[in-house]
């Protein structure tokens, strides 16, 4: 049998991670967020996002060490509450889950992507939506390969990645007016429900902006030496992107007042035009839209894994099993993840599904995987992990609440949307188990 190679080393995690998490995302939501706090109080969302990152990032550690397999959170759910019976059912939620958000995720990036350009080429809608389907059959393409060109190509990417973050900050720093980034309406921190509804919907943009500290786990089956290079590559990847991102908003709340950052609609290309002038901000836009790409990239990498997983282990479509003759990747899985972006790029807008992306998923992944490894250290005392969480379960415990948190402070439309995908997930569970004769329902044997 095929089977998938570890040829990943913890620099190319360490850039597949990074990547996955600084695409069009901060460049995006940074209105969004200064909007949601009505100020320059809105660091307190980046920093709330990068708590639940650490917090969260000590629980996929401890998986990703124990579990490193092809698939993730499929993987993951299955161990911790049992293979036959709840095991089954939450991995198959995961997996129902993925099959919509996944592609959502992409197209939200192909979507942002196409929406920046319009900074240097003028686009109607039609027009955007070609790009942004384009995008993605692109990515395909450039995914088409084994994974050790993967790991040089990611490589390759991050370098462009964080020079671009680099020239930004530095130069925000050369052009910094205290006035504005640090100067506060009088109601700023009043603790209000209004207050606390605000920071909710910021933390969710931030969060969105986080994502991917975990993306290595997705590959867990080709990491070389996972054990160790897992955790190291989730801490480096998420305190590296925290230093970045609370640098960034600060500088570019120190050139652009937040009256007016909290409008723009390409707010780093603005930033970079009010410094240096109309070319500069030009080459920054490209560079912007370079790691778009590059995020993408790194999404669709990780993403394809998860139904392979599942097919392998007979949970799902046969077909999501095929690895490539020559290649040794899920190519299979790859084109039909491919093929749904493509269409989800071509319906949907970028605003609408930032939050349905957090929110379907925190329940079902987040929360259920955090509750999973409390129990673990429960029923498995004397066992030794490959990683354990420092201060068990303190960052399990923030991680929960934190997420309970920001689906709390959801808008209804989204709770219910993520409550829709739970309940449809449970009613194909229950068919599929009565058709197989498994659990819950009793064997005829």
Known sequence: MQKLIRGLKLRQAIAINMIDMVGIGPFITIPFIIGAMNGPQCIVAWILGAILSFCDGCVWSELGAKWPQAGGSYVFLQNLYGKEKYGRYFSFLYIWQ?????????????????????????????????????????????????????????VFMWMIVAGTILWLILSGITHFRPELAFTYSQDAFNLSPIFFIGLG????????????????????????????????????????????????????????PWQEAKESEFIVSTFF????????????????????????????LGYSRVPYAAAVDGNYFKIFSKLHPTKHF?????????????????????????SAIIIMRILIQFVSQSIGVILLHQRNKKESLPYKMPLFPIPA??????????????????????LSII????????????????WPFPSNV
């Open 201 to 256: 919907h910021a933390t969710t943009k931030t969060i969105y902006s986080f994502l991917g500290y975990y993306n290595v786990c997705h590959l867990g089956g080709e990491i070389e030496e996972p054990e160790k290079n897992i955790p190291k590559s989730i801490f480096i990847s998420i305190l590296g992107i925290t230093v970045l991102y609370l640098l960034m908003q600060i500088v570019v709340l120190g050139v652009i």
């Open 98 to 154: 993925t099959t919509i958000q996944a592609p959502l995720v992409i197209a939200s990036g192909a979507i942002g992507f196409a929406q920046y350009l319009q900074y240097l080429i003028p686009l109607n809608t039609l027009q955007q939506k070609c790009v942004s389907g384009a995008l993605v059959l692109c990515l395909v393409l450039l995914l088409y390969r084994k994974i050790t060109d993967i790991g040089k190509i990611s």
């Open 330 to 354: 899920p190519h299979i899985s790859l084109l039909i993840l491919g093929a749904v972006a493509f269409c989800f790029s071509l319906l949907f807008k970028m605003k609408e599904i930032i």
């Open 397 to 418: 415990l923030i991680g929960i609440a934190v997420w309970l948190f920001v689906f709390a402070t959801s808008e209804w439309k989204y709770i219910l949307f993520a």
């Open 273 to 300: 035009e009010r410094i240096y002038g109309i070319t500069a901000a030009k080459i920054a836009t490209a560079l912007i839209l370079f790691i778009a790409i590059s995020s993408l990239f790194s999404v669709m």
């Open 423 to 438: 309940l449809s997930g449970t009613i194909l569970f229950l068919i599929f188990s009565r058709k197989q004769q498994k």
